[in-house]
C-alpha cells in the first residue's frame, strides 16, 4: 500500500495537470475575479470592434432635404 504522502516517479510524457485538475482550479477563482474578467473581456471586445467600424467603415455622403414650416420663417 502505497502511503497518500509518498512521492510516485511520474511518467515524463504525461503533462503535469491534467485537463480536469485545470477546469477544477478555475472554480476555485473567487466570482467576483472571474465576473470582473468576463467583462473586462466583454468590454475589450466591444471597444476593438467600435475602433473597427471607425476605422475601416466610411460612410456614404448624400444629399437631404428637410421642409421647414413657414411659421417658423416669419419673423415676429
Excluded: W, Y
Aim: hydrophobic content about 50%; glycine content about 2%.
Amino acid at each position: 500500500m502505497v502511503e497518500p504522502t509518498a512521492k510516485v516517479a511520474r511518467d515524463p510524457h504525461v503533462p503535469c495537470r491534467s485537463l480536469s485538475r485545470v477546469v477544477r482550479g478555475l472554480a476555485d477563482v473567487p466570482t467576483l475575479f472571474r465576473f470582473l474578467a468576463v467583462v473586462a473581456i466583454l468590454a475589450g471586445l466591444a471597444f476593438a470592434a467600435m475602433f473597427a467600424l471607425a476605422t475601416f467603415v466610411e460612410p456614404t455622403p448624400r444629399e437631404i432635404s428637410v421642409t421647414i414650416p413657414n411659421t417658423k420663417l416669419q419673423p415676429k
